[in-house]
């Protein structure tokens, strides 16, 4: 049943990305949809204060999603399984996956602030998040291209290797934090010197 989670794990990856990429375009560019964006400004709260905790709020709805995504897995799993239990590796995957999750989350919310027109930022982000998958798709075809790779979260986290050496790269990890970080911290920036008269 490894083999067939694996698989299944792509496809839910992908889905959770997407969620993840439109969820941090999203809470950024709703206001200026909504022409709320003023209202919220003439509060006593500072712009660096609204951005952490839309974060905040964006990182729970994606650890809820996991969570239970990870227990009905987990449960489904068990039960189907004649061979080895492979709750560790589901354990991992999923590790594997939330850091690929903030990534795009923190993409989406670059690109919000970034992007002027709010109508444009979701589609910019799911964009750039669907080249890197076919990109991770490119490189599966051609060896000669592997170097690619670091473009592509999608090939961050090796589920095969997980499966197999219950573990993950630590130096991947590391890479999707300083990724993470660095779209975050454009997001602060940008966002504090972005004009919202609408």
């Known amino acids: 049943i490894s ?31 909504d022409k709320t964006i003023e209202f919220i400004m003439s509060k006593p709260v ?5 951005v952490t905790s839309k974060f905040l709020a964006a990182v729970v709805n994606i650890l809820i999603l996991n969570l239970v995504t ?29 850091f690929v999750q903030l990534i795009f989350l923190s993409l989406g919310s670059f690109l919000a602030a970034f992007i002027k027109n709010p109508k444009s930022s979701g589609s910019a982000a799911v964009g750039i998040m669907l080249g890197t998958y076919m990109l991770s798709k490119i490189t599966d075809l051609k060896s000669n291209l592997e170097a690619l790779n670091i473009f592509t979260p999608f090939k961050y986290f090796d589920l095969n290797k997980i499966i197999s050496e219950n573990s993950l790269n630590y130096i991947v990890v590391l890479l999707c934090v300083l990724l993470s970080t660095a779209f975050i911290a454009l997001t602060y920036i940008i966002y504090k010197k972005r004009n919202f008269s609408l």
Request: glycine share 10%; hydrophobic share 60%.
């Open 70 to 98: 990870f227990m009905s897995s987990v449960a489904l799993v068990s039960y189907y399984n004649n061979g080895k239990d492979i709750t560790t590796g589901i354990m991992l995957m999923f590790i594997g996956m939330f």
């Open 46 to 50: 500072s712009r660096n204060a609204l």
């Open 3 to 33: 083999g067939f989670f694996a698989i299944l794990f792509l496809f839910l990856e992908i889905f959770f990305a997407v969620h993840a990429v439109l969820l941090g375009s999203g809470i950024f560019a709703k206001e200026e949809k």
